[in-house]
């Protein structure tokens, strides 16, 4: 065992080694501050929208049917798609039968004719013959008679032709106006009936939309009023039309009317597609707020608003969208200051440094940095 006079050196210096090695104190941790912009909230003028639902619809249909009955198609010269012009031959039944009666016909015509020159030839003799007293009266009368009769069936024969004219024509099924061919009923060998249509035209291709309103919102409608229509199957097809008629009387069931709404030429739009039509109904001025600065979740709408440079989020009632903007209805009163940028990563109390709002172009790399920094 070694002397105590040479342990306590050997102590002392342990006791320094270990004192030099004494952990540092922790520091004390930065709370990182985001940064946003921020604006006060004011009052705009806000654009009220009235959004009505239906499909297109041609705005008239026309059947076409044959003039005649119990003669065979034999021709379909158009199909669905097709567009046709008034007059325009779309079908052609059997009419071999028909066109043999008409020759008859104009040849009876010929005949009636060649006896009325006769009688008139006879009857011009016949009174030269009177001024020299060489007929008597009666014969007179009977010539008369025959030209009389002569007339008559010439009139009756050209009658029977115009008659088998207009039966031949009744063979030709054409197009009773301007149009859109939209359905097709008839094919090659069909006996034709009037009662059944062989197609159906959309009048003069044009398109309207039918668009049943609310009672509440009748005040709201009015014919002559613009209607920016799209379709959610097919998001850039869309067209500016205008509200032709609301119709007089509601539907006893329902309590709607219908607002018919035309369509422009070459649409781009079909028949049967559903449809959203947009109309303006007026303005008012409304507290709003750009559209970023309001955060919607399960249990509603907030914005934040600054205190000093201390955010906290504010419960609101939003109200119609306009571009941008959005109205809010309640929960600001004019110039709160609002978060307009970074919303979307604060949480109540959080301290924020405000900036000065960044151009368009650099709002996205704005949004990306404060992501970064808040550390949420």
Same mark, same amino acid.
């Given at each position: 065992? =070694? =002397?105590?006079? @040479? ?25 990182? *501050? ?40 034999? /021709?379909?010269?158009?199909?669905? $798609? @097709? ?23 104009? #040849? !009876? ?8 020159? +006769? ?5 011009? !003799? ?20 025959? *030209?009389?009769?002569?007339? #008559? ?10 008659? /088998?004219?207009?039966?031949v024509s009744q063979t030709q099924v054409t197009a009773p106006d301007n149009g859109l061919v939209i359905k097709r009923n008839v094919q090659l060998g069909d006996v034709a009936a009037i009662a059944n249509p062989m197609f159906t035209l959309a009048r003069d291709n044009r398109l309207e939309v039918d668009a049943p309103i609310a009672e509440s919102d009748l005040a709201n409608v009015h014919a002559g009023q613009a209607a920016h229509v799209s379709s959610d199957a097919m998001p850039g097809l869309s067209a500016v039309g205008r509200v032709r008629e609301v119709t007089p009387a509601l539907d006893a069931t329902n309590r709607q009317a219908t607002a018919k709404i035309d369509l422009p030429?070459? /649409? &781009?739009?079909?028949? &049967? ?8 109904? $007026?303005?008012? /001025? ?14 509603? +709408? ?70 970064? &920094?808040?550390?949420?």
């Open positions: 065992m =070694p =002397p105590r006079s @040479s342990v306590l050196p050997l102590v002392t210096t342990v006791l320094l080694l270990a004192g030099c090695h004494k952990t540092p104190p922790k520091a004390a941790s930065v709370q990182p *501050v985001l940064t946003v912009t921020a604006e006060p909230a004011t009052a705009h003028a806000m654009t009220h929208r009235l959004e009505l639902t239906g499909s297109v619809a041609a705005w008239q249909l026309l059947p076409v049917s044959p003039q005649t009955a119990g003669l065979r198609v034999v /021709s379909v010269l158009v199909d669905e $798609g @097709s567009h046709v012009k008034r007059g325009q031959v779309m079908a052609k039944l059997d009419d071999a039968t028909l066109q043999a009666e008409l020759a008859q016909a104009r #040849a !009876r015509v010929e005949d009636a004719k060649a006896n009325l020159a +006769s009688a008139l030839d006879a009857y011009t !003799r016949y009174a030269e013959l009177e001024k020299q007293g060489g007929v008597s009266a009666s014969e007179m009368t009977t010539r008369r008679i025959a *030209v009389d009769t002569a007339r #008559a069936s010439l009139a009756e024969s050209e009658a029977a032709l115009q008659q /088998s004219q207009v039966a030429a070459s /649409s &781009g739009f079909k028949i &049967g597609m559903f449809v959203r039509a947009t109309l303006n109904t $007026g303005t008012s /001025s409304a507290i709003a707020v750009p559209l970023d600065s309001v955060i919607t979740t399960q249990g509603g +709408s907030q914005v934040f608003v600054l205190s000093g440079n201390v955010v906290h989020a504010r419960p609101v009632t939003t109200g119609e969208q306009q571009d941008t903007w959005i109205a809010i209805t309640s929960g600001l009163q004019p110039g709160d200051d609002v978060v307009t940028s970074g919303a979307g990563f604060l949480k109540d109390g959080d301290t924020v440094t405000v900036v000065a709002a960044t151009p368009a172009a650099d709002a996205s790399a704005t949004a990306s940095g404060t992501a970064t &920094g808040s550390g949420q």
